[in-house]
Antibody, heavy 121, light 110 residues
């Protein structure tokens, strides 16, 4: 079964940093674009970042540019999200998601269970 | 990167049909046929229901269908069932090479 599992969430103070990890299994990880999508409590989905199969293309939500960094290690079948200067309003469940479209056009077919990030003093 | 616009809620009785709209711009829905729809039950991860405007993943019920006209995409569900009650989100690829979601629509089966 194709699956992704997130880890690394937790409680962090405003302005702090956190690194999320996501491990893929059951599929050829290096063949897929990978994404991070978040969902604040009681709110809708918000796309955050995505990275191409070989890491050569990366795109971000405007509000996280310069603070968040997405990266991947295909040898470890893993994708990461380093989050700096975190804000209270970024409290959310963060999902790691596979895009099965070769060019990463947003066919998000494998979702993890999410990892919870709480930004609070 | 403005969110796509969806109605906050829709409802229907079992067996009926409903349609959820999703309005974007000429930089996203209007420009690409890369519209997807997701179903999310409370406390669960979203599930892909439709991709490329109208295609269903393998094994998904044909009660779910998608369409697009101009800057607006739609998800239709026929023969409503109790288990269809959930939140539904549309998404689109954009000219900035990013993805954008709609605000979500809560479907209530009466």
């Amino acid at each position: 079964e194709d699956q992704v599992v997130e880890s690394g969430g937790g409680l962090v103070q405003p302005g702090g940093s956190l690194r999320l990890s996501c491990a893929g299994s059951g599929f050829s990880f290096s063949n897929y674009w990978m994404n991070w999508v978040r969902q604040a409590p009681g709110k809708g989905l918000e796309w955050v970042a995505r990275i191409k199969q070989d890491g050569s293309e990366i795109y971000y939500l405007d509000s996280v540019k310069g603070r968040f960094t997405i990266s991947r290690d295909n040898a470890k079948n893993s994708v990461y999200l380093l989050m700096n200067s975190l804000r209270v309003e970024e409290t959310a469940v963060y999902y790691c998601v596979r895009d099965f479209h070769y060019y990463g056009a947003g066919h998000l077919d494998v979702w993890g269970r999410g990892t919870t990030v709480t930004v609070s003093s | 990167q403005s969110a796509l616009t969806q109605p906050a809620s829709v409802s229907g009785s079992p067996g009926q049909s409903i349609t959820i709209s999703c309005t974007g711009t000429s930089s996203d829905i209007g420009r690409y046929n890369y519209v997807s729809w997701y179903q999310q039950h409370p406390g669960k991860a979203p599930k892909l229901m439709i991709f490329d405007v109208r295609n269903r993943p393998s094994g998904l019920s044909n009660r779910f269908s998608g369409s697009k006209s101009g800057n607006t995409a739609s998800l239709s569900i026929s023969g409503l069932q109790a288990e269809d009650e959930a939140d539904y989100y549309c998404s689109s690829y954009t000219s900035d090479n990013t993805l954008v979601f709609g605000g979500g629509t809560k479907l209530t089966v009466l």
